[in-house]
């Protein structure tokens, strides 16, 4: 609980962005370090007690593409899995001072049953770490600086056959939401973001890149969709 029951909302959400600046990346992928959820939650949880804080995450839309490709010799399906999400900081002393704020989150899995709770993970890690600006250096923190070079200087991978299919089928939908040909939505979306090279020569940071770009047209088109069915 807190000190003072009379702290505002944003003050509360100021006193935990001044006690969190840095996080460690701590956990290893195959590629790169992260910071793990179990990181962002261990840091901020108790922060958000300590100031009277609750967050209330909820799904306003939703929408799971499937895909197939081929995986030594045999068949494998891949769901990609997209969330629309409001979060909701709310204040315990004074519950009807509220604030909202929009997020979107996406998770990809195998198997499909966990597509859902990889979308809402690292959705509420980023959200958290975007919402108080936590710096996330692989080393220590007076080495962010100097290292920031370095990681720029660092060549992703190229993207997979799954990544390039999973994509594909968002561009097949905003096409035929638009009426348009595929690759003309394609090409157009690649110039869009500035890059000039088909999908399958893309690295691991232009395909993310591009993938929020393609991802924030189809949600805007889908919003329009709804309201000109609901008018």
Known sequence: M???????LYQRLANVHKAVSYLKKNQSGRQYSYVGSSDVLGQ???????????????????????????NHGKQRVTYFTELDMTMTWVNIDNPQEKLESHWYAQGVDIAGEKGVGK???????????????????????????NKTEQTKADMPRVVSKTQVTVITKIFEQVAKTHGADTEMVIANSIKQVGLNKPLNQLNTSEYGKLLNYISSVKAKLEKKTQKEQTA
Do not use: C
């Open 44 to 70: 901020l949880h108790g922060l958000i007690d300590e100031n009277g804080l609750l967050l209330l995450p909820s799904i306003t839309d939703h929408n799971v593409t499937a895909s197939t490709d081929e």
């Open 2 to 8: 807190t000190e003072n029951n009379d702290l505002s």
């Open 119 to 145: 979308a809402l993970t690292y959705g509420e890690k980023y959200f958290l770490l975007k919402f108080f600006n936590i710096a996330t250096d692989q080393d220590d923190p007076d080495a962010f600086q």
